[in-house]
């Protein structure tokens, strides 16, 4: 089944309870070592798109999860002063808390504009790694960022079962995203050891 430039998953989905979700977040939680080091090759690719580390350098992780990116900017030299975390689910930021203690997170509807946008700045980088392909209505999301701020977006090829959207190729993810993005530059990140693949869209979001 087509829908635009995307390929939704042909099986019906089903809406998710917020106790499943969390009961989900916990279990990954609890595994989040190995799929830290299961998603590393997607992260190392990310980190070259990031601005160096610096006190203006303000990097906004939308859809943070139980903070597996902010780990990883930890490791790279990221003080908690240059990061925010945004999540809507409260168990995944006391988790998040937890793993990345003086790392700032805070819980925050992506798709309410009031609830979100009041953490924004207009100098940000914003980050939604493999998050989009949760979220029925992708688009609304990146329009609420500041105009002409840098995101840096990753999207699957694959589907799971709380996917709404996959892609076919990087083509695809491009063309989704440059609705609402002036595309800078894109990539695909093959997962080894399976025929999964990321696809990596750089750009800054445009004027209405």
Excluded at 106 to 135: C, G, M, W
Excluded at 136 to 159: E, G, H, M, T
Excluded at 184 to 200: A, L, P
Aim: glycine share 6%; aromatic share 12%.
């Amino acid at each position: 089944m087509w829908e635009g430039n995307t390929i939704v998953a042909r099986k019906i989905k089903r809406k998710r309870s917020t106790a499943f979700l969390n009961r989900k977040i916990l279990r990954n939680y609890e595994l989040k070592d190995h799929i830290l080091k299961k998603y590393m090759i997607l992260y190392n690719r990310v980190l070259k798109h990031l601005p160096p580390v610096g006190p203006k350098n303000l990097i906004i992780d939308l859809g943070c999860g139980y903070g597996n990116f902010a780990k990883v900017l930890k490791n790279q030299g990221y003080g908690f002063d240059f990061y925010l975390g945004i999540d809507v689910s409260d168990v995944a930021i006391k988790c998040a808390e937890g793993w990345n203690p003086g790392f700032k997170f805070v819980q925050a509807d992506l798709l309410n504009s009031k609830s979100t946008r009041k953490y924004f700045n207009p100098l940000a980088t914003y980050i939604a790694l493999e998050v989009l392909e949760h979220i029925p209505d992708d688009l609304a999301v990146l329009k609420i960022i500041p105009a002409n701020s840098r995101v840096i977006l990753s999207v699957p090829n694959f589907d799971s079962g709380a996917h709404v959207r996959f892609f076919h190729d990087e083509k695809q993810a491009r063309a989704r995203y440059s609705q609402v993005m002036r595309i800078e530059t894109s990539e695909t990140v093959d997962q080894v050891g399976n025929k999964n693949k990321f696809f990596i869209v750089v750009g800054r979001i445009k004027d209405e």
